[in-house]
Every structure is written in structure tokens, then in C-alpha cells.
């Protein structure tokens, strides 16, 4: 019996652990933030500054975060741990259009299309296709490719629509992006309004 007590208190402390941390939106949504990951946004940007990170890559990511905070509403996740670069950016904008299982070959080559222009990298699609997170949105869409703007980098998105808002969830990875894609899932899956 005491043996059963001691590895029912472990499970809950591994439990308690691998638990994600709950955040609010500057768009006023709640989201588990990934395990391993920090967010930075306009509130928390004076934060950036006290991290003691030694990496020149690490201050280089943040030094381009800060500006990239700077120009447009966006909240940005970085999984230093797992590498460097790898992050989960969240924008929304007002909208309201439809895409269905028709439509969303066509909806990925049109944003693949500007981003191309933008990057200009030459790239194709990976994978597009509807997606059934989260289950409250009018419709959901997940679409992968290399990134446009980066060598060597791979751009996944799950972008939904709801209440009249485009919600655009983006991760960029360079390594291990079977476990940013995931994290970026798990993401989407936890979003409550």
C-alpha cells in the first residue's frame, strides 16, 4: 500500500510538471503555452532585454523580434531549447471569407503565391489540406512548405476563421519540426475564447 501511495504522489508530480502554462492573448483568447516556450509580445517586451542568453544567435532572434513587435500586432513563441530559431507566431486580422475542402488547394497557392513574392524563393507546397482544430472555428486549414524567406527552413500555418477574425498561426522550424508541428497543433487545440 505504501508503495502504491509513493508512485500515485510521482505520477502527480510528472503530471503537475508536464503541465502547459496558461496564457491570455493580446487578443483576448487563453492558450496552453508549449512546453519549452517563451512568449514575447508588446506587453513583456522590456523582459527581452533581461534575458542573459549568450548565444549570438539567441540575441540576434530576439533582436529581430523586437522589431518585428514593433510593426505589427503579433505575439511570438520561441522554443530556444529545441533550436534557436524555432518559433510559433500568432497574428489576427479582421476578416471574413470561407474557405471548404474545394476551396483550400486554391487558398494555400494563393498565400504561397504573395509569400513567394515577398521571400523571393521559389517553393512548393508540402501539404494542404482542412483541419478539424480548433472545433469551435467556422473552418480551419493547415498548409506546410519550405520557407519562402529562409533557406533551409520549413513554414507550417494553421489558419482559422472565426467571429469575423482571421486567426494565423505560423511556425517557422529548422530542426526537429515533427515537434513544432506538434507544438503548434497542441496549440490551436488548447485556444479558448
Avoid at 5 to 19: G, T
Avoid at 24 to 53: A, C, Q, V
Avoid at 108 to 121: A, F, S, Y
Wanted: glycine residues 2%; positive net charge; hydrophobic residues 35%.
Amino acid at each position: 500500500m505504501h508503495k502504491l501511495l509513493i508512485i500515485v504522489l510521482i505520477s502527480f508530480s510528472y503530471l503537475n510538471i508536464l503541465k502547459a502554462e496558461n496564457f491570455t492573448s493580446i487578443e483576448d483568447f487563453s492558450f496552453e503555452l508549449p512546453d519549452g516556450y517563451e512568449l514575447f509580445n508588446k506587453n513583456n517586451l522590456f523582459e527581452i532585454y533581461d534575458h542573459t542568453y549568450k548565444d549570438p544567435l539567441i540575441k540576434r532572434q530576439i533582436k529581430l523580434a523586437e522589431e518585428y513587435l514593433k510593426k505589427q500586432k503579433v505575439e511570438l513563441l520561441y522554443n530556444f531549447s529545441s533550436h534557436p530559431l524555432n518559433n510559433i507566431n500568432i497574428l489576427v486580422f479582421k476578416s471574413n471569407y470561407k474557405v471548404n475542402s474545394k476551396t483550400v488547394k486554391k487558398q494555400c497557392k494563393k498565400i504561397l503565391k504573395i509569400e513567394k513574392k515577398v521571400g523571393k524563393r521559389n517553393v512548393q507546397l508540402n501539404e494542404c489540406r482542412m483541419h478539424n482544430k480548433p472545433t469551435f472555428a467556422d473552418w480551419s486549414m493547415y498548409r506546410e512548405n519550405e520557407s519562402s524567406f529562409v533557406e533551409g527552413a520549413t513554414t507550417q500555418q494553421i489558419i482559422f476563421l472565426y467571429k469575423k477574425k482571421e486567426y494565423v498561426l505560423t511556425s517557422t522550424c529548422w530542426e526537429k519540426c515533427s515537434d513544432t508541428r506538434q507544438d503548434l497543433f497542441n496549440l490551436v487545440r488548447s485556444i479558448k475564447f
